[in-house]
């Protein structure tokens, strides 16, 4: 306080805390009005952090979409060409359109402001339901996808959210398995909670990625082109929303296994 005269307003750090300080001269001494501006701060800190990442995550399919686009322009291209230039154009719209509805809908469920319906869902159908539409694709790819249990599996929550967290990890265990691998999908009741497992036989994570495969644009090195790295962390995010948690265990060689456990009832959960 003696080294400002007058009213003045300080900010410093004292054990990982932002402490903002406003210091008034009164008629007998000081007053200094204490803070804790900490989680004011991480929020500013997390919300420039997205900013660049987004950025920089549309950068690369935009320059892609320009340069196809300076192609057409510039060559004389036969119609064979076109068409394929057209498919790779669509294909990185298509990627930029899925990244940025998985980043609205992250925000949105961070700001707690989603529209969905909650509802007492039966998780079992709900995965037999998403099952049913994710074989194509698996049964494209050479792979076996087997659904398991099912019975009295209730889950509090909103299907359209339980729906996109299915979608997520299924999609993933069939983007990321070779050929004849297999997936198992089995919903089961332990006590208070429903679990989901989703399980494969693929390449598996590696140990030093495994803890990061959460974070927003995260993506293994060497995973391939198709994908934004943002829909673990949307499964993770839905987990939380429903009261719930999401781990996952992996060995390179050998395959993943993806647990979701989600709280039966949930009174407090209505949004
Ligand atoms: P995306 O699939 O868009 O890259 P995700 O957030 O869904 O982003 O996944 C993050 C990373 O985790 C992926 O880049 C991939 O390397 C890895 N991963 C996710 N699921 C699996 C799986 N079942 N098997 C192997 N790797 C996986």
Known sequence: AQDHDGESTLEFRRNDRHLEVEIRPMDHGTLGLFRDVTA????????????????????TPLSSISGFGSMIETYELS???????????????DRLATMVRTFLD?????????TEQWATIDLGGLVEE????????????????????????????SADLLARLIDNLVGNAIKYSPGG????????????????EVTDDGPGIDRDALP?????????????????????????????RHGGCVRAASEVGRGS???????????????
């Open 40 to 59: 004011a701060r991480e929020l500013e800190r997390s919300r420039r952090e997205m900013q660049r990442m987004v950025s920089h995550e549309l950068k």
């Open 257 to 271: 296994t993806f647990t979701v456990e989600l709280p039966c009832e949930n009174p407090g959960m209505e949004a």
């Open 181 to 196: 691998a297999t997936i198992r999908v089995v919903t089961r009741r332990l006590g208070p909670a429903t679990i989901l």
């Open 106 to 114: 992250l925000e949105l469920l961070g700001t707690h402001q989603g």
């Open 130 to 157: 998403r099952c049913d539409i994710l074989n194509a694709a698996a049964r494209e790819a050479g792979q076996h996808l087997h659904v398991e249990g099912g019975d009295d599996c209730p889950v509090a929550g």
């Open 212 to 240: 990061r495969i959460f974070e927003r644009f995260y993506r293994v090195p060497g995973s391939g082109s198709s994908g934004s790295g943002l829909g673990l962390a949307l499964v993770k995010e839905i987990s939380d």
């Open 79 to 93: 119609r064979e060409e076109q068409l394929r230039i057209a498919g790779l154009i669509r294909g990185e719209a």
